[in-house]
């Protein structure tokens, strides 16, 4: 590619020549040969330029570098944005032969669309459709009757239980589960207030599946139950990370971002466009509004409101759990000037009684 | 299945034509066949009852329908338990060929009782056992000398180290992990207070074994490590969530409930029907009593008597830490009144040298 | 082996019959075979060796045992390292055949050195390397460009991803992944104020990789994500337990402990020789110096200075952390005392009015 593409494709200002060719995005100080390009974004990566080897930078306009600093600097003024850009022209995706491995099993009926690849040792069962252009790599498993759509990426390890649906240009990370069974008992024994010998327990099954839209990712060893009866729903758009846990019945709407570690527990509503930062718990049966944005490592044990910003253990509005840490860190103080106030107070009372 | 055979698996009242064939159980609005079941437990489904295409459905006494609603109504007296049943009753359990999949690569000293199913590319080792009519889905790792018992389902990508000893009818979600190493060294690092360059760190060998009891089930993505020398324990009826961690030498009692991303650390002693809620953690060595309830979210770091209900960070009985959240609420006005109450002492005490 | 080479090997004192044969390490309670070791380091076990059928113990020197208790006893005098030994002694290591199984999907580039073994089902990638004398178990992936060092050991179930690069005596706990896509978007909405429908959001792609050092341990479930750029590095001697999330750009200094269910935020930077209790969650592009504790469950959100031992919710330092809780636990009491003082109060202005 010549960096005069890639500068017209980040909508960046180039200065230099536009003729040269780059094949890889390396740090300033890892740049080996010509054909690799620097990225500077920040004042330590632009420092490294100095004794770069490369012929070609991409800075931000936060940090400009002199013209003539290297042959060609291409100058972009939203460096995330111009990050995402860069980082999607390069990713040559996961490597893999293309086509179907002669060691995948592939149930005679089920379908798979024009361009499709499947992976070494992967598994796909009866009546599954896989959509154009899909790729699924080695040791994914997918169940019976799933339907996945067009331009995906199954990635290693991935388990996809029968009557699942996937839209199109989903992302499934290694070793994620989805359509596993809801964990879900009678007598509910999480609610019930006594749990002795004499209760005897019984499994509620999960007769329901998962539905996941458009563009949805979900990380690496993360799970979603399928319903006991309906979909477990993960609306078109919505990001999630590792180790993420997603209970039976959740229904999750367009455009959330969901960090790692986060548990949601089974019955759980949210709405569209949440941010949900690493580590929360969200307790059963709650419900979250749109575009509301809960801290790290909070617990949540109500429902929460659209655009709400909450935070702590249990979750409260963010300015009150911030306000509680500064009191709780001046607890010591206040102690002692009780004590204080106390003592002058039993001196007050012993002059009047004097 | 004829709907007067459900209503007497359920142990419903039946009003209507008992010969409706059903075939599937689905919510009143999802109904496209008259084979479906519709269920409606809640005022919710109920009111969706209206336009539904089932012939028939099982209500809650708690909300029940006018006779007559439709062809044939169920009424059962506790929702829960007849959710279990039913759900029972219409799982087909995960799809699967039947039979050895010629892909399997089974040790030819492995022994399989009548009636085991072996997927698609599983694996299993040298002198392993499985009990009659279990279910060992695509993808799974049997280690060496492992015994399995009867009418069991191991998921996908299910991971059982060397020696494993699992009972009957136990369930392995999808990407779970039995048998894996115990995290630890010599010395004993987290306790230790010092830890520099000089000291040298040894690997404490894993040589015990995992066992589960009958009628276990673990999630999807859950890790139990083998013990250092004996077994790490869970006991039969036990029933853990998705991406739960068991440490090495853990002893897990009859009965217990293990929610989604608990976290137990090693040589944790806990009793029978134990229920651990979502995302709590249980520091080292800790003794947690029959009966016992921990709260979701909560850190363990104390031994917990039998039938104690604890939560928090740190865990302490359930009406302190309620107590405790209350008064932490309620600290910027405390702070405001000792201000107040110190302004007026100032007072007196001026009024009296006066 | 002779127990007098055991002895020896542990640096411990024998009394008895050295010639004792032993081939497995057991409780004393446990021994059936005249070659099976007791191993006896606590006051329980030593209790079990009077109807031990074991010939030969290893006990330490602070639970001594009588002479002549057993035809052959071990005296060690720290019995946490004796442990290590003993374990590393007596660890089969995880049952395979040996060899390249046939069923191993090995790209024709890919370079196995002297001594591999592949098993079932493992594929490995175009163009990787696998370094002397290490063992890959079945259903392991390694993808393209990986570089795996001498003596590994890959668990069933790892996923190591293109251009990971693995060190020398590495060992992948089974289902972990190493390699996975970092999650990250533009803009970055978790820092971001406002997010609404008209917010593009846009994928930020890993192009970099993973870097583990020598005698590295990944626990079983745990994720490492790659680099954008450059790579996610784990340094030599750290070992990493199970269900951890690492995330991209994260750098991990030598010799680090990182206990189960830690979740490390993108470009974190951790020094070496940390230990990082269970449960803990570190927030992005923070710093942790050489030789930190943080205690278990903590929530990171500042920057920890080398040498500190901090934890709670929010991480302080931990004296702190331990008064908070002190003062916490004694607020009711304090509300009574601060009602009674303000009582008081009253009672004083009321006779100074009067």
Tied chains: 1, 2, 3.
Excluded: W
Excluded at 130 to 147: D, E, L, R, S, W
Aim: net charge negative; with cysteine.
């Amino acid at each position: 590619m010549q960096i005069k593409d890639v500068a017209q494709a980040l909508g960046g200002r180039l200065d230099g020549d536009g003729a040269i060719e780059v094949s890889r995005v390396v740090h300033p100080a890892k740049a080996e040969l010509p054909s690799d390009l620097a990225l500077a974004m920040n004042a330590d990566a632009v420092a490294s330029l100095a004794g770069s080897k490369a012929q070609a930078v991409v800075v931000s306009t936060d940090h400009p570098v002199p013209a003539g600093s290297l042959p060609a600097v291409i100058a972009v003024s939203d460096a995330r944005i111009a990050l995402a850009k860069l980082t999607a022209i390069f990713d040559p995706g996961p490597a893999h032969d293309g086509g179907i491995h002669p060691t995948a099993v592939i149930a005679p009926d089920a379908k798979l669309s024009e361009g499709v690849n499947v992976g070494a040792h992967a598994v796909i069962g009866a009546l599954s459709r896989v959509g154009a252009g899909t790729t699924i790599m080695p040791h994914v498993t997918v169940g019976a009757a799933v339907k996945i759509g067009a331009r995906g990426l199954l990635h290693c390890g991935a388990r996809i239980g029968d009557r699942t649906i996937i839209g199109d240009r989903v992302i499934i990370h290694p070793n994620a589960v989805i359509g596993s069974d809801g964990f879900s008992f009678a007598p509910d024994l999480m609610s019930a207030t006594t749990y002795t010998a004499n209760v005897k327990v019984s499994r509620v099954h999960s007769l329901g599946n998962v539905s996941l839209g458009d563009d949805v990712e979900v990380g690496a060893c993360s799970t979603i139950d399928r319903a006991t009866i309906e979909s477990t729903c993960i609306g078109s758009g919505t990001k999630i990370d590792n180790h993420v846990h997603i209970g039976h019945n959740v229904t999750i709407g367009d455009g959330c971002i969901v960090c790692g570690k986060v548990g949601i527990s089974g019955s759980v509503t949210i709405g569209r466009r949440v941010r949900i930062a690493g580590g929360v718990g969200i307790g059963d049966h709650l419900s979250i509004g749109d575009e509301a944005v809960i801290g790290a490592g909070s617990a949540v044990v109500t429902n929460i409101p659209a655009g709400a910003f909450v935070s702590g253990y249990p979750a409260v509005p963010h300015p009150r759990a911030i306000e509680q840490y500064v009191y709780i860190g001046r607890l010591k103080k206040m102690y002692q000037k009780l004590d204080d106030v106390a003592s002058r107070v039993d001196a007050l009372e012993q002059t009047n009684k004097e």
